[in-house]
């Protein structure tokens, strides 16, 4: 048995105790990719289902205390809940600012409910890549309902529809809110549409816009219609109702057999993450031919080949 399997087993028995400082280790060295973590994976993959949210917006929008809310519905229903907040990365050490977890530290004190932050390291507006691999463990820690809450801009909006079961967009009642979501095509992957700051002026315009651009939308896969739901996180009101269509939204997803192509769709995501990190490590040690596509020697495909294929290094 090599130390990688034998620490494996190791934190696995910690683990599967519902140790919570093993699901925290698990899910640094997931992060990390080291190879502990990587052997943990394999072993617990698929073991059991949570439902997943998705949480997404502008930033300014709410979403952190709007989650808080919502992890507050779930437990008075007895749900264990974990929570991904995908940070940006500091600049400077790389590691997850702690924004999303401070605003949520009401729940420290819960065994109910885990929060983590993960570090987007500066991808382009996306998912960390680790966030996937994350939402494994946690599922397989026994959790009911994880909500993972983006960054809020950029890539990140597309990605985390094909990771959760519900994508929940966030919008307020600011100025051109609503404007920018149609330009970014967010409108065709939102499941259920959140006005928070409902209480500001303008919350009933937003939520007009929004109801004519979803009557040009194409249908949703089962006949789904995306509902929208005024809130306001500050204080609570709408957020039940709120709680209420995103189980709604899952049940819908059961009852049309759709939640299998979710979860496809996941392990395609992140396949092509792995992929793509697998990528920019191994193009950060190709100076040589980065240069050669930079002088017009190589074309970019030549030299992606030569990096798939050392033997074809042209």
Do not use: C
Request: glycine share 12%; hydrophobic share 45%; charged share 25%.
């Amino acid at each position: 048995m090599t130390p990688q399997v034998s620490q494996a087993e190791e934190l696995l028995h910690r683990f599967r105790q519902g140790d919570v400082r093993a699901l925290a280790r698990a899910l640094t060295l997931v992060e990390s990719g080291h190879p502990v973590g990587q052997e943990l994976l394999k072993r617990l993959r698929g073991q059991a289902r949570a439902k997943v949210v998705g949480i997404t917006g502008s930033p300014g929008a709410g979403k952190s205390t709007l989650t808080d809310r919502l992890i507050l519905e779930a437990r008075k229903r007895g749900e264990r809940v974990g929570v991904l907040a995908v940070d940006p990365s500091s600049p400077f050490t790389g590691g997850a600012i702690l924004g999303d977890r401070i605003r949520m530290m009401r729940h420290h004190q819960d065994p109910g409910v885990y929060i983590r932050s993960l570090a987007s390291r500066g991808a382009l507006g996306g998912l960390a890549g680790a966030t996937v691999a994350a939402l494994a463990l946690l599922e397989a820690f026994g959790f009911d309902r994880i909500f993972v809450e983006t960054v809020g801009v950029g890539q990140s909006e597309v990605d985390i529809a094909r990771v959760a079961d519900t994508t929940l967009l966030v919008l307020t009642p600011a100025a051109g809110d609503a404007v920018q979501a149609f330009k970014a095509g967010v409108m065709e992957i939102a499941d259920l549409f959140a006005v928070n700051k409902f209480d500001l002026p303008g919350g009933e315009r937003i939520i007009q816009e929004l109801k004519s651009a979803l009557e040009l939308a194409p249908p949703r896969p089962g006949g789904w219609h995306p509902p929208i739901y005024p809130t306001v996180a500050a204080t609570g009101e709408g957020v039940e109702a709120l709680f209420e269509g995103l189980e709604a939204h899952y049940q819908h997803l059961v009852a049309h057999g759709l939640l299998e192509a979710h979860r496809l769709e996941r392990a395609r995501f992140e396949v092509e993450s792995v992929i793509q990190e697998w990528g920019r490590k191994r193009t950060q040690g190709a100076g040589d031919l980065v240069a050669r596509v930079a002088r017009g020697e190589l074309s970019p495909e030549e030299a992606a080949l030569a990096l798939l294929d050392p033997k074809a290094h042209p």
